[in-house]
């Protein structure tokens, strides 16, 4: 028998992670690879990848539906308790996949928002 909240906790933990990962590649990365002047790879990125200006456009919704998701599996696993046998070293990788999705959004969000402002006023 399926354990419906388990299901519901692992789905949005995937979901998590997955935009995490939408928001590195769509806002992070390009910032990351400009400043590291392999504005090249950038190009050859966006032309492979036509959808991550449309993303990197829309970053805001995407970095705010991350934090909801994320903030939704922190609750869901806050309320989930070890009662079964073989269920902690679950609970335990998943809170480690939480805090690793929740990091690649704090990285991703630095690197979108503060990095040119830091870096303008560290050149003034």
């Not at 090249?40 to 492979?48: H, L």
């Not at 036509?50 to 939704?72: C, D, E, R």
Request: hydrophobic share 55%.
């Amino acid at each position: 028998m399926l354990n419906r909240d388990k299901l519901t906790t692992n789905a949005s933990l995937l979901g998590g992670l997955g935009l995490a990962l939408i928001g590195t590649t769509c806002c992070a990365l390009p910032i990351l690879l400009v400043a590291l002047g392999m504005g090249s790879a950038v190009a050859a990125m966006v032309s492979a990848l036509p959808w991550l200006v449309t993303v990197s456009q829309y970053k805001h919704f995407t970095f705010t539906l991350t934090a909801i998701i994320l903030a939704y599996s922190f609750w869901r696993l806050a309320r989930m308790t070890a009662c079964e046998a073989g269920t902690q070293n679950t609970l335990k990788w998943q809170r480690r996949a939480l805090w690793l999705s929740t990091a690649i959004l704090i990285l991703s969000m630095v690197t979108a928002y503060l990095l040119l402002p830091l870096s303008l006023w560290l050149d003034s």
